[in-house]
């Protein structure tokens, strides 16, 4: 087997087209015979200017420095790698990899909003999105032909007929006033000699639709609903003609009637305008635009990839309830939308409800809350202009998304059981379109489910921003939430550049004393939000996350990026505390939602909100010395260290309280205090005996909430009670993980009791069924049952630790590592332990088995048995 690099891949672009960084870093995987290690690599540009080739002696191949000189706007170049071994040996070049730069500098832009100039009432419900359109000349054999293009709203754009793209939701939310993505498309395809045209839907989405609970908002970024577009065309003679949005546009009503994430589409196809986006339509009728400003320093370049429809799902079920209504059942609770095909009589309203659940047997819609979460297709039918009599009509809204299993179906023309039989409806499932990067199965089928209810939920949360909840009037970035589930977030999916983008965000939206929000991007002026407190668990996010996916990803310069942000976080807690380190004032979440809070109060846990502020104060401070020392920030490194230090101090102080006790005498607590090294040495296993003394005290059942559940397992595992872990995993009664799978749970849940053992769902305002947080388990499950996890920043060094337990005879997991696929599948029989794991290339491993001495491995495939035989279960006494 000789060594062959594989194409390097660009920062973390799927497709390294439009990108936005100049010196973009390389990364690449290699197949190579065992025992090769790499000792240098040479990377090889070419571009207008000729080729160059730079060279070092290096055995980095994840995210290594871009050579030479950086990228200019539109610059188009080719990048292959060849690699020298620690034998001297060199490898073959890579195949190549074309990167794309987008438009790097405000100067670039010429195009400006463009809108309709009609008068609309402000924060309104009933204003209909316009369409705008240009017509252009193309004179020449076009070369490439490029398309730039934004929007305040949503757009999805069409040229000559043709969809522009496979995105949706496009250009997402971000902190609009400070960065507002533009998405790069390749049209040269689209063009033809002579007259062209270009058009444009448009939608409310984020930016002036309606946001928020109790009521929730409208126009909070603008009331202007407007594209900023710029096609740019390249000649096969030099020459550039560049068509901008700009006064020479055109506006029109379209036939969507409204739009709104929440609420749902209403699309009337009696208003169609056949044949709008094509040069020969008469467009006589539309109005001159109204333009607006947009500061070209604000429009910034994708970092990951947009959100796609990934999946169809079709009905598993047509039921017909006992209030007689039409319900499709899609057996998995999924975010996206439905697809029509249909025909029937001019003016036949199709409407269709989506919910979650059913209760009593009935489309249960209450935990929407003020989400109409309904979408309405008006058949254009016979007569319509270039339509025919009993002509199928296909719809699909553009610009919302719902979180649902149920559709109640009503006014459908004709036999629906027909219909869905004939795949008529679907349901298209729609996130960011990461890449699939782990796995995790067992012999348990519950656990099984389980996982996959967490992937469900990290796919049905992760559109464009990492929400807690698809469904109802809420949808936004809780710090909080991803903080605690992001490192089974970056296991299951590549998400490093959403998340990058997302952390962008926190920096941008943070208050110039360090606040970080509770949600980014943040939703002005709402209620009990604002104005914006410190909160701990919440606000850690700007630490804890970069450090996660530095972890997983070994991404130094995101953590170089994020570090002021990290930096004014812990030095505003720092002034809070005060002299004596202890965070005991102010408003806090604490440990949310824990089982024993009431319906209506779920920041009334068992746990000391304070005792969990104080705690994350320590971690935070740990982990920013941590990123200080990567960083080479030397004194910041010896100031947090100290910082932190002296938190751990005053948490044994305060909350320590006697040998093997605390002051909150919960799972949270002790779990907090060992997973957070906060305990003197002394302490650790009484404290470990009385948290599992605590466990099994409560019938083995979970006692946390959002920020002691992700600690609870691991706690148990350091302290020498994997069983009581495995008894805790393995529970179903009520409140379990697994409880809600034996509910028929498909994703999870916000509270352990979404939905009560009766049936009824919990009377609380607060009851999604797909919330991702409670999910965080799964990196437990990776860990430790499964037994792949870092032991060195990106994988570079990889620790293989099963435990079995459990009544489990078998479990497998893996990981497309930025090197490549790790893995490891372990089996119990007769007493012995078989085990195969796979080592990457470009890394190294330790095998670390129950009884035995750990094993180091390098990369390859190996296969190792042992004698095992169950762990003592160990006194709680």
């Known amino acids: 087997m000789s060594v062959a690099p594989h194409a390097p891949t660009v920062e973390r672009h799927r497709v390294p087209f439009g990108i936005g960084e100049r010196r973009p870093r390389l990364s690449w995987r290699t197949d190579a015979p065992a025992g090769w290690r790499q000792a240098g690599y040479e990377i090889e540009v070419t571009r207008a200017g000729g080729t160059t080739r730079a060279g070092t002696d290096s055995p980095d191949q994840v995210l290594v420095p871009w050579p030479g000189e950086p990228l200019r706007s539109r610059e188009r170049v080719t990048v292959r790698v060849r690699l020298r071994g620690e034998d001297g040996t060199l490898s073959g070049w890579s195949p190549p990899t074309e990167v794309e730069a987008g438009l790097l500098e405000p100067a670039d832009w010429s195009a400006v909003p463009v809108g309709a100039a009609w008068p609309e009432e402000p924060d309104s419900d009933d204003r209909r999105p316009a369409l705008v359109r240009h017509t252009f000349d193309v004179g020449g054999e076009v070369a490439?032909?490029?398309?730039?293009?934004?929007?305040?709203?949503?757009?999805?754009?069409?040229?000559?007929?043709?969809?522009?793209?496979?995105?949706?939701?496009?250009p997402g939310w971000t902190a609009y006033r400070r960065r507002l993505r533009y998405h790069t498309y390749d049209v040269t395809g689209h063009l033809r000699p002579g007259g062209n045209a270009i058009g444009s839907w448009l939608g409310d989405g984020w930016y002036r639709g309606r946001l928020g609970w109790r009521g929730g908002f409208r126009d909070l970024y603008g009331a202007d609903l407007s594209l900023l577009a710029q096609l740019e065309i390249e000649y096969a003679d030099g020459r550039r003609q560049v068509v901008a949005t700009g006064p020479d546009w055109r506006a029109a009503p379209g036939p969507i009637v409204r739009t709104g994430n929440y609420d749902g589409e209403v699309y009337d196809a009696r208003d169609e305008r056949l044949g709008w986006s094509t040069s020969d339509y008469d467009g006589g009728g539309w109005t001159p635009v109204r333009t607006g400003e947009r500061d070209p320093s604000t429009l910034v370049a994708p970092m990951g990839p947009p959100v796609r429809a990934v999946e169809e799902v079709r009905p598993v079920a047509v039921l017909r309830t006992p209030g007689g209504r039409r319900v499709l059942d899609f057996g998995q609770n999924l975010v996206g939308r439905p697809r029509i095909?249909?025909?029937?009589?001019?003016?036949?309203?199709?409407?269709?409800?989506?919910?979650?659940?059913?209760?009593?047997?009935?489309?249960?819609?209450?935990?929407?809350?003020?989400?109409?979460?309904?979408?309405?297709?008006?058949?254009?039918?016979?007569?319509?202009s270039a339509r025919r009599a009993g002509e199928v009509e296909e719809w699909e809204p553009r610009f919302t998304f719902h979180g649902f299993r149920y559709v109640d179906v009503e006014g459908w023309p004709g036999d629906l059981d027909a219909a869905v039989a004939a795949g008529d409806i679907v349901a298209r499932v729609h996130h960011t379109d990461m890449v699939r990067t782990g796995w995790f199965e067992c012999s348990d089928p519950l656990l099984n489910r389980l996982h996959d209810n967490v992937v469900w939920s990290m796919r049905g949360n992760f559109l464009d921003v990492p929400t807690d909840c698809p469904q109802r009037d809420e949808r936004v970035g809780w710090t909080g939430d991803i903080q605690v589930f992001g490192p089974t977030a970056a296991y299951l999916y590549d998400c490093a550049g959403m998340l990058a983008s997302w952390l962008a965000d926190v920096a941008a939206e943070q208050l110039p004393d360090g606040t970080v929000p509770w949600y980014v991007p943040v939703i002005p002026a709402h209620h009990m939000w604002t104005p914006i407190r410190p909160g701990a668990g919440w606000g850690d996010v700007a630490v804890l996350l970069p450090w996660t996916l530095y972890e997983r990803y070994g991404d130094a310069g995101l953590l170089a990026r994020q570090y002021p942000s990290a930096k004014a976080w812990v030095d505003l807690v720092a002034r809070l505390a005060g002299p004596d380190r202890l965070w005991d004032e102010g408003f806090q979440?604490?440990?949310?939602?824990?089982?024993?809070?009431?319906?209506?109060?779920?920041?009334?846990?068992?746990?000391?909100?304070?005792?969990?502020?104080?705690?994350?104060?320590?971690?935070?401070?740990?982990?920013?010395?941590?990123?200080?020392?990567?960083?080479?920030?030397?004194?910041?490194?010896?100031?947090?260290?100290?910082?932190?230090?002296?938190?751990?101090?005053?948490?044994q102080r305060r909350y320590v309280t006697g040998p093997g006790r605390l002051a909150s005498d919960t799972q949270t607590a002790y779990a907090m205090a060992i997973a957070f090294d906060l305990l003197p040495a002394a302490e650790v296993a009484a404290c470990g005996d009385r948290l599992a003394e605590l466990v099994a005290a409560g019938g083995n059942r979970i006692g946390t909430g959002f920020l002691g559940?992700?600690?609870?397992?691991?706690?148990?595992?350091?302290?020498?009670?994997?069983?009581?872990?495995?008894?805790?995993?393995?529970?179903?009664?009520?409140?379990?993980?697994?409880?809600?799978?034996?509910?028929?749970?498909?994703?999870?849940?916000?509270?352990?009791d979404s939905l009560l053992p009766d049936g009824t769902v919990n009377p609380g305002q607060m009851t999604s069924f797909n919330h991702y947080a409670f999910g965080a388990i799964a990196?437990?499950?990776?860990?430790?049952?499964?037994?792949?996890?870092?032991?060195?920043?990106?994988?570079?060094?990889?620790?293989?630790?099963?435990?079995?337990?459990?009544?489990?005879?078998?479990?497998?997991?893996?990981?497309?590592?930025?090197?490549?696929?790790?893995?490891?599948?372990?089996?119990?029989?007769?007493?012995?332990?078989?085990?195969?794991?796979?080592?990457?290339?470009?890394?190294?491993?330790?095998?670390d088995l129950p009884g035995q001495e750990p094993l180091a491995l390098g990369p390859g495939t190996h296969e190792v048995s042992a004698p095992f035989a169950p762990a003592p279960v160990r006194s709680a006494a």
Do not use: K
Not at 341 to 365: H, I, S
Not at 602 to 621: E, G, I, M, Q
Not at 628 to 649: I, K, N, P, S, W
Not at 741 to 749: D, E, L, Y
């Open 144 to 170: 490439a032909a490029r398309l730039y293009a934004t929007a305040h709203g949503l757009y999805e754009i069409e040229i000559n007929g043709r969809r522009v793209g496979d995105d949706a939701m496009t």
């Open 341 to 384: 095909r249909v025909r029937g009589p001019r003016g036949t309203a199709v409407t269709l409800r989506t919910a979650e659940v059913l209760q009593d047997g009935e489309v249960y819609r209450r935990p929407l809350r003020g989400a109409r979460s309904t979408d309405v297709y008006v058949l254009a039918g016979a007569g319509a």
């Open 589 to 651: 979440l604490g440990d949310w939602l824990d089982p024993s809070a009431p319906p209506d109060d779920p920041a009334a846990a068992t746990t000391d909100r304070y005792l969990v502020a104080t705690a994350y104060f320590a971690r935070s401070a740990r982990r920013l010395a941590d990123i200080a020392e990567v960083l080479g920030e030397t004194a910041d490194a010896e100031r947090y260290g100290r910082l932190a230090a002296e938190v751990r101090r005053a948490f």
């Open 709 to 752: 559940t992700p600690l609870v397992a691991d706690a148990l595992t350091a302290t020498g009670h994997l069983d009581t872990a495995y008894d805790l995993l393995l529970q179903r009664e009520c409140p379990s993980w697994l409880y809600a799978v034996t509910q028929g749970a498909t994703t999870i849940w916000e509270r352990w």
């Open 779 to 847: 990196d437990w499950l990776h860990r430790t049952v499964g037994g792949l996890a870092p032991a060195a920043p990106g994988y570079r060094e990889i620790l293989f630790r099963p435990r079995p337990g459990g009544d489990l005879t078998h479990a497998s997991a893996a990981h497309d590592t930025p090197y490549g696929r790790a893995a490891i599948a372990w089996e119990l029989a007769g007493g012995t332990l078989r085990v195969e794991v796979t080592v990457p290339v470009g890394t190294t491993a330790l095998l």
